[in-house]
């Protein structure tokens, strides 16, 4: 019998509550399904593998990758217990994944002290607003590599 | 002689030459530095290893940590040849770095093909008006975990 989303995103919340009283890392998990099949699993390992991008989706999707041989997901879903920080809806973007399913919202994961929303306001700032500083080294040599990628002529674009 | 930040950035920029020229992927390196010592070195490897989340500041963060064993790289700086996409910028704030220092910009990058402008304007949108589709589903069971998140005494912050 085919599984609905609700089933795919109960099988991610029940992982999350397992490997999170497993002591892997913070309360997460998600899952890659490529139509009514799952590619790969993900759960949240920052602390426990000094790791502060092993967050589930991007765990997932570094599995799927490697499950598909290709460093695209297109024709993929991803169940995620909670709403995706910007890392990782970022990384979602560019594995090219179709869909995104969420439980959990970046205001529940505020209130559990993850501030994923904080995030999306930084990120969304003006380079010089943010609270982190960035500053630019405006170097020729860099632009310079940009024409050597444009003029390479066996180049692989993602 | 203590390096200057055109130093390392000159030294980021060498290594993602060497490496596009090298086939590993896109045309990005980033150094990470403490003090006056380089703690990790990475460059771009998506098409190469397959892995949409393998940008250069990923790969530099995950090393650092791996050769400091924490989590946290507060105290260490990072020389990126080209400003951060928003998934890398992201893995920045979770990793804690205290600054960014970046030679090219996401305007370079779109001209030669990277969209990271595009990203930047998906991820600041509210969830509806993204170009990627995000459903909510809304279950209970993902919440209780949040709580079961709260009230673990051995939990390790992050």
């Not at 959990?104 to 929303?117: M, Q, S, V, W, Y």
Request: charged fraction near 25%; charge should be negative.
């Amino acid at each position: 019998m085919a599984k609905s989303p609700e089933d795919f995103m109960r099988q991610a919340i029940a992982l999350s509550a397992h490997k999170m009283e497993a002591g892997f890392g913070g309360p997460f998990a998600a899952i890659i399904v490529k139509g009514d099949e799952i590619v790969a699993q993900g759960f949240n390992r920052v602390t426990s593998a000094n790791d502060p991008t092993a967050h589930a989706e991007i765990v997932a999707i570094r599995e799927a990758c490697q499950e598909l041989g290709s460093f695209s997901l297109e024709g993929c879903e991803i169940y995620s217990s909670c709403e995706p920080c910007p890392m990782c809806l970022a990384a979602v973007y560019w594995a090219r994944l179709d869909k995104i399913y969420y439980a959990n919202t970046r205001l529940d994961a505020a209130e559990i002290g993850f501030d994923d929303d904080h995030l999306y306001r930084e990120i969304s700032k003006k380079i010089e607003a943010r609270v982190l500083p960035m500053v630019r080294i405006d170097l020729p040599e860099a632009r310079a590599v940009f024409r050597q990628w444009q003029d390479k002529p066996d180049k692989v674009m993602y």
